[in-house]
């Protein structure tokens, strides 16, 4: 769905380019490339919050809509019962510390997975997913980044089918592929983000023919960030410091929840969202793709109810990311993190 610009028409227009005033170019330099609909999980786990931030720094995305999602039920991680409403309040609350020129539109999802198949009703974010998807007046490549659930753009989907092709779908989410994936721990057991609401999964993967790009455990497990990094990012700026006291909190979370059973995070955290960052607004310069992360194309598997794939050797072609670059994700969100101040 990416629009591509060859290297070879860029040299061709970098000739009429160089007549331009200096500022002109340096407008084009962050000029907007694409849209993303961002939807995650803002009242769980805070490396959503991260990836909110860097999106929301990053000038070639423009993110016309921010979607807080739900969780499992009484998983909130900020001690909202109703946790997509309370993570609606995360964004906003990170949205004013960044006082951006183009502020999103958040919304609170639906607070529960959808009961059934032939039970569900759309959510507060459904129309304006759609009509988003369905706008007629600009030709600029929509992504629908997702670090949850599916749950919002199954309920999309329901109501317009047509949205699937006019977006392409990043999700943080499913298990290890069988015979793809180098085995991890977790192997051959349902994903986390998956099993939030797994027939939300079946509907986009077994139903659906949105394009995927789909970032499994076994690659979003690789996005170790250190706590020398946070501690170095606290002491960045004002961003930084609101961003590495969510993730501090974190410990005495985990003592209450396991009642002192549970041991500390060690000397890492997994920023599991941040390569919805990497797959959009970083993507290269000419030809624009995720060119430096690495995917195989398989054919979609089908979802079972227990959260497992099924082989589908006729399903449409999705890519599943094996590799993600680490190292253009996190130096460039510690760069924009420490120039927002």
């Known amino acids: 769905m990416a629009t591509h610009f060859s290297k070879r028409d860029a040299i061709r227009l970098l000739g009429a380019a160089a007549v331009l005033p200096l500022a002109g170019a340096a407008r084009a330099t962050g000029a907007v490339r694409m ?49 997509a409403a309370g993570g ?8 004013d510390l960044l006082a951006l020129s183009r502020r999103p539109t958040v919304i609170a999802g639906a607070e529960a997975a959808i009961a059934g198949r032939s039970q569900w009703k759309p959510s507060a974010a459904t129309a304006a997913i759609v009509r988003e998807a369905m706008r007629s007046d600009t030709t600029m490549p929509l992504y629908y980044c997702a670090g949850a659930s599916l749950t919002e753009l199954a309920l999309a989907w329901l109501v317009e089918p047509r949205i699937a092709s006019r977006m392409i779908l990043v999700w943080i989410g499913g298990g290890e592929y069988p015979g793809v994936a180098t085995p991890a721990a977790g192997a051959a057991t349902a994903e986390y983000n998956l099993t939030i609401d797994t027939i939300a999964a079946q509907i986009i993967f077994n139903e659906s023919d949105f394009d995927i790009w789909q970032v499994p455990r076994d690659a979003y497990r690789q996005l170790l960030f250190s706590n020398a990094e946070l501690a170095e990012v ?10 590495n006291e969510r993730v501090m909190r974190i410990p005495a979370l985990l003592d209450r929840k396991s009642n002192g059973k549970m041991p500390g995070l060690g000397e890492t955290y997994i920023m599991g969202d941040s390569p919805l960052v990497t797959l959009t607004a970083l993507q290269s310069s000419f030809q624009p793709d995720p060119s430096s992360s690495d995917y195989v194309l398989t054919p979609c598997p089908r979802i079972t109810d227990d959260g497992l794939y099924q082989d589908h050797s006729a399903g449409r072609r999705i890519r599943v990311y094996r590799r993600i670059d680490v190292r253009l994700t996190f130096a460039d969100m510690i760069a924009k993190f420490r120039k927002a101040g």
């Open 35 to 83: 849209r993303t609909i961002i939807d995650n999980d803002f009242g769980g786990d805070p490396d959503g919050l991260f990836q909110l931030a860097h999106h929301a720094l990053s000038p070639s995305v423009e993110i016309p809509l921010v979607i807080s999602s739900h969780l499992h039920p009484n998983e909130s991680w900020i001690g909202d019962k109703q946790v």
């Open 88 to 95: 609606a309040r995360e964004a906003n609350a990170l949205l």
């Open 234 to 243: 606290g002491a960045a700026g004002k961003v930084g410091a609101y961003l």
